[in-house]
Each structure stands twice: as C-alpha cells, then as structure tokens.
C-alpha cells in the first residue's frame, strides 16, 4: 500500500470513527449502566479496531466495533462476578457495592436494562439505543436474525412491564 493510499485509509477510518463514537458509547451505556465505564469500552473498542484496522483493514468498522463492545462488557461483567465472589469469600456477610448503582439510579432505563438477561439487554441496546439493523445485530452478537428479533422483542415487552412495576408500586 502507498503512503497516500494508507492516508486514505486512515483518514476515512478517522471519520468513522467521528461519526460513529457517539453512538458506540451510547449502546456501551445501555449495556454497562455507567457512563464512564461505557466510555473506557468504547474507547478500548475502537483502539482495538484502529489497530486491526492497520494490519488487514475492515470492510465494515462499526459492527466490528459494537461487537468488540458487547464482547468487553461480558468480559467485565464476568471479572465483576468473580471479584464478587471471591469478596464474599474472603468476608462472608459484608456485600460488595456496586460503584455503578449511583450513576445507573440517575439514568431511567438503566435500572430496568440491568434486569434483563445480557443477551436480551444486548439485542434491546443494539437494536433500539444504537440503532442497528436486525442483520447487523444478529452479526454483532453472533446470533440469527430470528435470535435478535425474538430477543428484542421480549426484551421491549419485559421492559414495559418492568416500568408498570415500578410505576404501580
């Protein structure tokens, strides 16, 4: 590749990357239900897209990246779980707080996205906050299309029912 055709490369990867940042955090958000954390996984993401990008680039950035996202998130929520586990172990009866809970109280949908299972929570996420389409969330989260439809779709329904609770009670 030529120096002028990498600057190319780079300059059309940079603008993805302007156009599509916002939208990666917003779906890291309704994933991970806090913001800075939501942050530091898009962020991540992207950096590990830009560097694979170098070596063999992408056809398609932006799904590569909101899959490197739902991929952190379950990562991080696995190490939480394990620290967790192994907090409680250590001093039984003394629970571990949850730094999140204060960010995630003062978003509306955070809460009731937490209660969801995490591929449901992903599918509702990508579909509904990021704005994919069912193809390309089946490809973010290596399901079939009839996975994603059937996963948004009781997600939004368990969703609503979950705001009658909380508004009822």
């Known amino acids: 590749m030529t120096k002028t055709a990498a600057a190319e490369d780079v300059a ?3 603008h993805v990357y302007r156009s599509a940042y916002a939208g990666t955090v917003r779906a890291a958000i309704g994933l991970c239900g806090d913001r800075h954390e939501a942050e530091e996984v898009a962020q991540q993401a992207w950096t590990n897209a830009y560097r694979r990008h170098l070596r063999s680039p992408l056809e398609d950035v932006v799904p590569y990246v909101h ?3 739902v991929n952190e998130v379950r990562s991080r929520a696995r190490r939480a779980a394990v620290v967790r586990a192994h907090a ?3 001093r039984p009866g003394v629970a571990v707080a949850d730094a999140s809970d204060a960010v995630a109280d003062r978003l509306v949908l955070a809460p009731l996205l937490a209660r ?3 591929r449901m929570r992903a599918a509702v996420v990508l579909r509904v906050v990021a704005d994919l389409s069912v193809a390309q ?11 994603v439809k059937s996963a948004t779709s009781r997600g939004l329904a ?3 029912a979950l705001q009658e609770e909380t508004t009822d009670g």
């Open 12 to 14: 059309a990867f940079e």
């Open 67 to 69: 899959r490197a996202v």
């Open 88 to 90: 409680r172990l250590r």
């Open 116 to 118: 969801l299972p995490l």
């Open 137 to 147: 969330t089946a490809t973010v989260l290596d399901i079939t299309e009839g996975a």
């Open 158 to 160: 368990r969703l609503r």
